[in-house]
């Protein structure tokens, strides 16, 4: 499970999901052997990965503007555990999700979506239905019984080598720094700077999934890098007043000093400076106040994204749980779905 949650704060999560059903949950170590029976949840400022018999944690390029991220667990089940695998991205914001969901049906897993209309802010729901061939649309109370038929039906082992992009794309999320500081990058250089680092961002097609990546490895959906860009936008405007206010004051004092040298040519000039500069000031705080800007989508407001991974083996009756940000996906071991 993943939640996003500030990098110093402490995740009550899995001390909440222990005492609302009979399986355990924790804040797994790096390396932590999976469990059957078992939620495990992303701690704070950290990808949760999962690979064959283990889950891996890493303070890798944040994607989407969080770390953890949803597209990264949900990327990384896809590479190891293909057909294996079911999505699910429940109500959030934005369009988190939406590429981890391509990435899982891409290697032949199953793509399942709390239905939007209940959904409480529905635009990642939303955003996957549009842009991902998603197998299921359900309500919530559905879910629970869906998931539990999809991990008992067969399941045909991937015929097909996993996209060399895709285990860049994981690499990276990893911190292998290779992957990071590799000439081999994905499609073609877009016109955008990453708004992190000030590098140059790569253009991924997946499906209809616009998405973006800059060489260190920082990750961006279309919508979240017209929301970091409006946030840098934002921070952007709000230092100009600050730099035009301190040249009206280094221009009031210029015509104080002409003045008292009585050079009114000087005096006059220097005063129009300050007057032009504090214009300009109260010009870009009233478009600032009024919101025109950048007004931050009121969705965002108090939104979790969530989802969940289940792996078992065929001769198993129980399942190893987890849930990831805004979306979720279950792997299926040896033959069968979970």
Not at 28 to 52: K, M, N, S
Not at 302 to 311: E, F, I, N, Q, R
Not at 325 to 337: D, N
Request: proline share 7%.
């Amino acid at each position: 499970m993943v939640l996003p949650l500030p990098a110093n704060s402490n995740s009550l999560l899995p001390e909440i999901l222990g005492r609302a059903g009979p399986l355990p949950a924790m804040n797994p170590a790096d390396g932590e052997p999976i469990e059957q029976g078992r939620i495990y949840v992303a701690p704070p400022d950290h990808h949760l990965l999962v690979r064959p018999g283990e889950v891996d944690l890493s303070r890798g390029p944040r994607e989407n503007r969080h770390r953890p991220a949803v597209d990264v667990l949900f990327r990384s089940a896809a590479r190891f555990f293909g057909p294996r695998v079911v999505s699910v991205v429940l109500s959030g914001a934005l369009d988190d999700g939406t590429a981890g969901s391509a990435a899982v049906k891409g290697r032949g897993g199953v793509a399942v979506v709390q239905d939007p209309a209940e959904a409480l802010f529905p635009s990642m729901c939303l955003n996957v239905i549009q842009s991902v061939a998603v197998d299921h649309v359900v309500p919530v109370t559905d879910m629970g019984s869906l998931l539990g038929r999809i991990v008992h039906e067969p399941v045909a082992e991937p015929m097909w080598d996993v996209p060399r992009e895709m285990e860049q794309e994981v690499e990276m999320a990893e911190g292998d720094l290779a992957a990071m500081s590799g000439d081999a990058r994905p499609d073609n250089p877009s016109v955008f700077g990453c708004p992190e680092c000030g590098g140059v961002l790569w253009e991924i097609q997946d499906e209809r999934v616009l998405r973006f990546r800059c060489r260190v490895g920082h990750a961006y959906s279309s919508g979240s890098l017209m929301e970091e860009q409006g946030e840098v936008l934002d921070d952007a405007l709000w230092s100009a007043p600050r730099g035009l206010e301190e040249r009206a004051a280094l221009a009031r004092r210029m015509a104080e000093r002409s003045r008292g040298r009585n050079q009114p040519v000087l005096t006059d000039r220097f005063a129009r400076q300050e007057q032009e500069a504090l214009a300009r000031a109260a010009v870009i705080q009233r478009v600032l106040l009024s919101g025109s800007v950048h007004a931050p989508a009121a969705a965002l407001t108090g939104t979790a994204l969530t989802g969940t991974v289940m792996s078992r083996t065929a001769m198993s009756g129980t399942a190893m749980s987890g849930t990831a940000m805004s979306g979720a996906h279950v792997s299926r071991v040896s033959g069968t779905r979970s």
